[in-house]
């Protein structure tokens, strides 16, 4: 599920290899936008789909295969040449910041992520540092306020951090080395920001394993909720 940030009233639900389906009363009715992705995709079996939606009513899909933008509200779609061509990069998600960037997450063990500041007309390649175990970073976290501030997290418990746009890096410790991060969030407590980070511990019996952390130090330190 996505909902609007721009329009709260509007949820998205987003079904692998079924469909995009949009509701604009908190999700009591809803309608549907795209009524088969097979449409996008053909016969592919299609992995880490993720939607996005901008202020200007655009709609973005991406998959790991493919990239999909529509600027009518999902009536007609273009693939992005660019970047669908290039499947051998990779890419798992698509993120649409509240200032109209948007950054591509690529994921197949290359030290870079995409950006673009024109709504998906042009990439720019941001380089990033391989960790200290050897492993690429695996998700991209975006601060929702500035899109400056930038986590990286990588498989085995490292994060990446920038508070420039990707000029430079930090590294920050976490106290869990065998981890994979999900999610981070940034919300405020007591008045004051800070961000909190899913990730999963392992498997225990056939199931995964989830925990919740804290930073309020701007990611400097980290404790379990």
């Not at 007609?76 to 591509?104: E, M, P, R, Y």
């Not at 990286?152 to 976490?174: K, N, P, Y």
């Not at 925990?211 to 909720?225: N, Q």
Request: aromatic share 14%; with cysteine.
């Amino acid at each position: 599920l996505v909902q609007n940030k721009y329009k709260p009233n509007e949820i998205f639900a987003i079904v692998q290899n079924g469909g995009i389906y949009k509701s604009t009363d908190y999700g009591e009715t809803w309608v549907t936008v795209v009524n088969d992705l097979d449409r996008l995709w053909k016969s592919e079996f299609v992995d880490e789909l993720t939607f996005e939606v901008t202020g200007r009513g655009d709609y973005y899909v991406s998959s790991n295969r493919e990239f999909w933008v529509s600027r009518d509200e999902g009536k007609t779609w273009k693939k992005d040449a660019f970047i669908s061509t290039n499947q051998s990069a990779g890419h798992n998600g698509v993120i649409a910041h509240i200032d109209s960037t948007l950054f591509l997450n690529r994921v197949t063990g290359q030290p870079f992520y995409l950006t673009s500041h024109d709504h998906g007309d042009t990439w720019d390649t941001v380089k990033t540092p391989y960790f200290a175990n050897g492993i690429p970073w695996f998700n991209i976290f975006v601060d929702p306020d500035d899109s400056h501030i930038i986590f990286l997290g990588a498989v085995g418990g490292e994060l990446l951090h920038t508070t420039d746009g990707g000029s430079t890096w930090m590294r920050r410790a976490f106290p869990i080395t065998s981890c994979t991060f999900l999610r981070l969030d940034r919300v405020i407590r007591n008045g004051r920001p800070s961000y909190l980070v899913w990730i999963c511990i392992g498997q225990e019996s056939g199931i995964n394993m989830y925990d919740l952390y804290e930073s309020i130090d701007s990611g400097v330190t980290w404790h379990r909720k």
